[in-house]
């Protein structure tokens, strides 16, 4: 079981000083994993809240870290260029010594598509078609290859990716079920595992992912199913208890939240990373 | 003047381990910056050789140094998305305490504009409304524009920027000039060398310093940088040729570490602190 932290990013502020203690302090408490969500803009919804910028962040986490796994969760892939965010994410494996692990899904947001220039109502076509791009990129010298816009005439890049990123995809339906068992290495759930009938969601999209498995001759335990945790509510007793819970219903990666129930300071973000670690991390 | 130092891309290789050693050195020798060069894909031309992505670089140096700027020399601009460029150049400059000196230019490279999916012919005309708009990203909370199928509607970056990035302007066409006087705070001069050198430095200035005064800003505050080689010569050479430099305008000037055959990172990171023997005071 892989158990990491979420950087809480809509509280921990813009001092770097900061981000490098909560990464350090992620690290040392033993979590095996580190994510960032990814918004580019926004106005007055969630998107506009504060967000740092995953793949710059993580260049700057590299140098912070030495071991944690650096997780987007998710990049929105379809509103970027497909080359450069291959080569951004090429960038960060190599910076971190093969650290990234690559979260990516369509978004919700059209003002972001928008203000990016892509299509917001073909982003699912264009996500199919941008993954094998990607790693046709991370490992070939040269690529042909036409993607709406984007015209790829025997070019590269160059340095290559240190090795083949692993990809994992955003979201339950039946579409992200779909690319993790054609493309991926498992799906991360945003829902809210505090709800009602998070138990009966995740069983559906579990046994979705493991009959697409089958299917595909594709070994089970070669997807994951990652789960993100809140600690807003109960104390560590509880939190322990939903560690305990979805592991047994298969989960492979929990990542715990910080936040609180009233907004905290990057310093008491980063004490409550060794309180939730002493709690769900074993040692 | 200030002096600074050229990443050698092509040679430092893939080892973090190197990038963080040569940062390091910089920094310790008293190089005022480092500045790293762009291209996202190539072929069997300049831009195929080994190039780091300087925003994700920059994340990482970041981390690595305290003092040193950290500068593109340059970013393509009109082939990336104006919005993703802006948050990731506010991002370094963030996560650096404000260290980033971004150097933006057209490229000259059809190849990845067409890998990127922008159009080649018309960069010059996107790079002048991607500057404005960038510098708006940074200090507005809700910006509305469109630039080609880029359509910002009352959106904006969350964190803000933590100041107005200054931007340098590749180049030395009128086109560059303009930019630098109209958006910037100076111009990056590459590929200036030999015995016409000192005839382009002066023309360049003489352009620059009259289109600031037909714009009404100080002429201090355009600066001049220049890159200089040390693949031949002996230190004192180099250090004529940064005396050289400031006797006739430059503001800052950046050396390269290469020599006329590839050398190993750890040679690299050597030539750092002759260098700096060489030419930092």
Same mark, same amino acid.
């Not at chain 1, 990129?137 to 990716?161: C, I, Y």
């Not at chain 2, 291209?39 to 069997?44: A, L």
């Not at chain 2, 996560?95 to 971004?102: D, E, I, K, P, T």
């Not at chain 2, 250090?239 to 020599?259: D, K, P």
């Given at each position: 079981?892989?158990?990491?932290?979420?950087?809480? $990013?809509?509280?921990?502020?813009?001092?770097?000083?900061?981000?490098?203690?909560?990464?350090?302090?992620?690290?040392?408490?033993?979590?095996?994993?580190?994510?960032?969500?990814?918004?580019?803009?926004?106005?007055?919804?969630?998107?506009?809240?504060?967000?740092?910028?995953?793949?710059?962040?993580?260049?700057?986490?590299?140098?912070?870290?030495?071991?944690?796994?650096?997780?987007?969760?998710?990049?929105?892939?379809? $509103?970027? $260029?497909?080359?450069?965010?291959?080569?951004?994410?090429?960038?960060?494996?190599?910076? *971190?010594?093969?650290?990234?692990?690559?979260?990516?899904?369509?978004?919700?947001?059209?003002?972001?598509?928008?203000?990016?220039?892509?299509?917001?109502?073909?982003?699912?076509?264009?996500?199919?078609?941008?993954?094998?791009?990607?790693?046709?990129?991370? *490992?070939?010298?040269?690529?042909?290859?036409?993607?709406?816009?984007?015209?790829?005439?025997?070019?590269?890049?160059?340095?290559?990716?240190?090795?083949?990123?692993?990809?994992?995809?955003?979201?339950?339906?039946?579409?992200?079920?779909?690319?993790?068992?054609?493309?991926?290495?498992?799906?991360?759930?945003?829902?809210?595992?505090?709800?009602?009938?998070?138990?009966?969601?995740?069983?559906?999209?579990?046994?979705?992912?493991?009959?697409?498995?089958?299917?595909?001759?594709?070994?089970?335990?070669?997807?994951?199913?990652?789960?993100?945790?809140?600690?807003?509510?109960?104390?560590?007793?509880?939190?322990?208890?939903?560690?305990?819970?979805?592991?047994?219903?298969?989960?492979?990666?929990?990542?715990?939240?910080?936040?609180?129930?009233?907004?905290?300071?990057?310093?008491?973000?980063?004490?409550?990373?060794?309180?939730?670690?002493?709690?769900?991390?074993?040692? | 003047?200030?002096?600074?130092?050229?990443?050698?891309?092509?040679?430092?290789?893939?080892?973090?381990?190197?990038?963080?050693?040569?940062?390091?050195?910089?920094?310790?020798?008293?190089?005022?910056?480092?500045?790293?060069?762009?291209?996202?894909?190539?072929?069997?031309?300049?831009?195929?050789?080994?190039?780091?992505?300087?925003?994700?670089?920059?994340?990482?140096?970041?981390?690595?140094?305290?003092?040193?700027?950290?500068?593109?020399?340059?970013?393509? &601009?009109?082939?990336?998305?104006?919005? &993703?460029?802006?948050?990731?150049?506010?991002?370094?400059?963030?996560?650096?305490?404000?260290?980033?000196?971004?150097?933006?230019?057209?490229?000259?490279? +059809?190849?990845?504009?067409?890998?990127?999916?922008?159009?080649?012919?018309?960069?010059?005309?996107?790079?002048?409304?991607?500057?404005?708009?960038?510098?708006?990203?940074?200090?507005?909370?809700?910006?509305?524009?469109?630039?080609?199928?880029?359509?910002?509607?009352?959106?904006?970056?969350? +964190? +803000?920027?933590?100041?107005?990035?200054?931007?340098?302007?590749?180049?030395?066409?009128?086109?560059?000039?303009?930019?630098?006087?109209?958006?910037?705070?100076? &111009?990056?001069?590459?590929?200036?060398?030999?015995?016409?050198?000192?005839?382009?430095?002066?023309?360049?200035?003489?352009?620059?310093?009259?289109?600031?005064?037909?714009?009404?800003?100080?002429?201090?505050?355009?600066?001049?940088? &220049?890159?200089?080689?040390?693949?031949?010569?002996?230190?004192?050479?180099?250090?004529?040729?940064?005396?050289?430099?400031?006797?006739?305008?430059?503001?800052?000037?950046?050396?390269?570490?290469?020599?006329?055959?590839?050398?190993?990172?750890?040679?690299?990171?050597?030539?750092?602190?002759?260098?700096?023997?060489?030419?930092?005071?």
């Amino acid at each position: 079981m892989h158990i990491g932290i979420v950087l809480p $990013q809509h509280e921990i502020g813009d001092d770097p000083e900061a981000i490098r203690d909560f990464a350090a302090a992620a690290e040392d408490e033993g979590f095996t994993h580190i994510v960032a969500w990814d918004h580019v803009v926004g106005n007055d919804d969630a998107a506009g809240k504060a967000f740092q910028e995953p793949f710059v962040l993580f260049g700057f986490l590299a140098a912070c870290t030495r071991t944690i796994e650096l997780v987007t969760g998710i990049i929105v892939l379809p $509103q970027r $260029q497909t080359a450069l965010a291959a080569k951004q994410a090429a960038e960060v494996d190599r910076l *971190s010594g093969g650290r990234l692990r690559l979260g990516l899904g369509v978004g919700w947001n059209p003002l972001e598509y928008e203000a990016l220039g892509e299509d917001f109502h073909t982003r699912g076509k264009r996500m199919d078609a941008q993954i094998p791009l990607l790693r046709a990129l991370w *490992s070939q010298r040269r690529v042909n290859a036409e993607l709406g816009r984007e015209r790829f005439a025997d070019v590269g890049l160059n340095p290559l990716a240190v090795r083949d990123i692993p990809i994992w995809f955003g979201g339950r339906g039946a579409a992200a079920v779909r690319r993790a068992v054609a493309h991926g290495s498992g799906l991360m759930l945003a829902d809210d595992p505090g709800a009602p009938d998070a138990t009966e969601k995740f069983v559906d999209v579990r046994d979705r992912l493991y009959a697409a498995a089958d299917a595909a001759g594709r070994p089970r335990a070669e997807l994951g199913l990652e789960v993100w945790l809140g600690t807003k509510h109960g104390d560590p007793g509880a939190w322990r208890a939903g560690v305990e819970h979805w592991k047994a219903l298969g989960a492979t990666h929990l990542s715990m939240q910080t936040y609180a129930e009233h907004p905290l300071t990057p310093a008491e973000h980063i004490e409550r990373v060794a309180r939730i670690a002493h709690a769900v991390v074993a040692r | 003047m200030q002096t600074g130092i050229i990443l050698p891309q092509n040679e430092i290789g893939d080892d973090p381990g190197a990038i963080r050693e040569f940062a390091a050195a910089a920094e310790e020798a008293g190089f005022g910056h480092i500045v790293a060069f762009d291209h996202v894909v190539g072929r069997d031309d300049y831009a195929g050789q080994p190039f780091h992505e300087p925003f994700v670089l920059f994340g990482f140096i970041a981390a690595c140094t305290r003092t040193i700027e950290l500068t593109t020399g340059i970013i393509i &601009l009109p082939q990336r998305q104006t919005a &993703l460029a802006a948050k990731q150049a506010a991002e370094v400059d963030m996560l650096s305490g404000g260290r980033l000196r971004l150097g933006l230019g057209v490229g000259w490279n +059809p190849l990845e504009y067409e890998a990127l999916g922008e159009d080649f012919g018309t960069r010059g005309k996107r790079m002048d409304a991607q500057i404005p708009l960038m510098q708006r990203l940074w200090t507005e909370r809700r910006v509305s524009a469109e630039i080609g199928d880029e359509r910002l509607d009352d959106v904006g970056f969350n +964190p +803000p920027a933590i100041r107005s990035i200054p931007i340098w302007i590749g180049g030395k066409g009128p086109a560059a000039v303009r930019r630098a006087v109209a958006y910037g705070s100076g &111009l990056i001069l590459s590929g200036v060398g030999g015995a016409e050198a000192d005839d382009v430095f002066h023309d360049v200035r003489a352009r620059l310093d009259a289109a600031a005064d037909a714009a009404g800003r100080p002429r201090e505050e355009l600066g001049i940088e &220049l890159w200089h080689a040390t693949k031949e010569g002996d230190p004192g050479n180099w250090h004529a040729a940064r005396e050289h430099s400031q006797a006739i305008g430059a503001t800052h000037v950046s050396f390269q570490t290469y020599l006329a055959e590839p050398i190993s990172p750890a040679e690299h990171v050597r030539r750092v602190g002759v260098i700096a023997d060489a030419v930092i005071a």
